[in-house]
């Protein structure tokens, strides 16, 4: 009985995947075409304009800035992570935000997508997995610029992809929720403003310890500086085991925003 059990959950896993796996596989087709890859070379120069001018340009007048564990890095070692942390984050809120929405309310592709077999949370996963995607291609071209430039080793470069792909997905099923909730375009403004808020105050140009205490507990609360507190840590080569709960608390994020797609596409789409 058990192992009828455990065969019909892995089935259904099986099923489950594929059915994901093929809202993936759409894009992919529909990613071909040339205007595509422009907006996502648009969305990985912005993180990386940023890292030149202030992290190399301004760092020069900055000096060494100190790490959590008291050792001193260039200015630009220490933006660095930042801004790929802001670059998985551009990537999958690109995705799951504005494309995702335009999808759902306007060309209608779900409404057609659920008169097959799919389930409105295989959907889901297979538009967070896309925005994985886009957000991986960031990481990985923003790793090999941070290599090249000698900001991180290769070996701790490729120890921070998995991570980087980790704060994709957390932003992506973050998105994805609140897009759901969303009742026109212009309500892009506040995502927009958000966005563009906690890129300036998630630890991302200065430490958190040099922001009064009461934002400081802020920021902290903010799912951006979590990923740039774990990246920081891999790519300057000081990880801990405090770097657990910037794990926990963006997996359960990714999780949170992708349960509240599904269910929230179950009540739009299917009542």
């Given at each position: 009985?058990?192992?009828?059990?455990?065969?019909?959950?892995?089935?259904?896993?099986?099923?489950?995947?594929?059915?994901?796996?093929?809202?993936?596989?759409?894009?992919?087709?529909?990613?071909r075409h040339a205007a595509y890859?422009?907006?996502?070379?648009s969305g990985f120069a912005e993180?990386?304009?940023?890292?030149?001018?202030?992290?190399?340009?301004?760092?020069?007048?900055?000096?060494?800035v100190a790490l959590p564990d008291?050792?001193?890095?260039?200015?630009?070692?220490?933006?660095?992570?930042?801004?790929?942390?802001?670059?998985?984050?551009?990537?999958?809120?690109?995705?799951?935000?504005?494309?995702?929405?335009?999808?759902?309310?306007?060309?209608?592709?779900?409404?057609?997508?659920?008169?097959?077999?799919?389930?409105?949370?295989?959907?889901?996963?297979?538009?967070?997995?896309?925005?994985?995607?886009?957000?991986?291609?960031?990481?990985?071209?923003?790793?090999?610029?941070?290599?090249?430039?000698?900001?991180?080793?290769?070996?701790?470069?490729?120890?921070?992809?998995?991570?980087?792909?980790?704060?994709?997905?957390?932003?992506?099923?973050?998105?994805?929720?609140?897009?759901?909730?969303?009742?026109?375009?212009?309500?892009?403004?506040?995502?927009?403003?958000?966005?563009?808020?906690?890129?300036?105050?998630?630890?991302?140009?200065?430490?958190?310890?040099?922001?009064?205490?009461?934002?400081?507990?802020?920021?902290?609360?903010?799912?951006?500086?979590?990923?740039?507190?774990?990246?920081?840590?891999?790519?300057?080569?000081?990880?801990?085991?405090?770097?657990?709960?910037?794990?926990?608390?963006?997996?359960?994020?990714?999780?949170?925003?992708?349960?509240?797609?599904?269910?929230?596409?179950?009540?739009?789409?299917?009542?």
């Open positions: 009985m058990v192992t009828t059990f455990v065969a019909a959950r892995v089935a259904r896993l099986d099923r489950g995947a594929a059915g994901a796996l093929s809202v993936t596989g759409r894009n992919v087709a529909a990613a890859w422009w907006v996502l070379l993180p990386l304009l940023y890292l030149l001018s202030i992290g190399v340009g301004v760092g020069r007048l900055i000096g060494d008291g050792r001193l890095v260039t200015y630009a070692q220490f933006v660095a992570p930042a801004m790929l942390a802001a670059s998985a984050m551009n990537g999958a809120l690109a995705e799951t935000t504005m494309n995702f929405y335009g999808k759902l309310k306007f060309m209608k592709i779900y409404d057609a997508t659920l008169a097959t077999p799919l389930t409105p949370m295989q959907v889901s996963s297979g538009e967070l997995l896309w925005a994985m995607v886009r957000g991986g291609v960031y990481s990985a071209a923003f790793l090999v610029v941070m290599a090249g430039l000698g900001l991180t080793s290769p070996g701790w470069a490729l120890a921070a992809f998995p991570a980087s792909l980790l704060v994709g997905f957390a932003f992506g099923g973050l998105g994805m929720g609140l897009s759901t909730l969303l009742r026109s375009w212009q309500d892009f403004d506040y995502i927009n403003v958000t966005q563009f808020g906690l890129f300036l105050f998630s630890g991302t140009f200065s430490p958190p310890g040099d922001f009064p205490p009461a934002l400081r507990v802020i920021v902290e609360l903010t799912p951006l500086y979590h990923g740039v507190a774990l990246l920081r840590a891999v790519t300057t080569a000081s990880p801990s085991w405090g770097l657990v709960w910037h794990v926990v608390y963006l997996g359960a994020l990714a999780w949170g925003g992708l349960w509240l797609a599904g269910r929230r596409m179950e009540k739009l789409l299917l009542t």
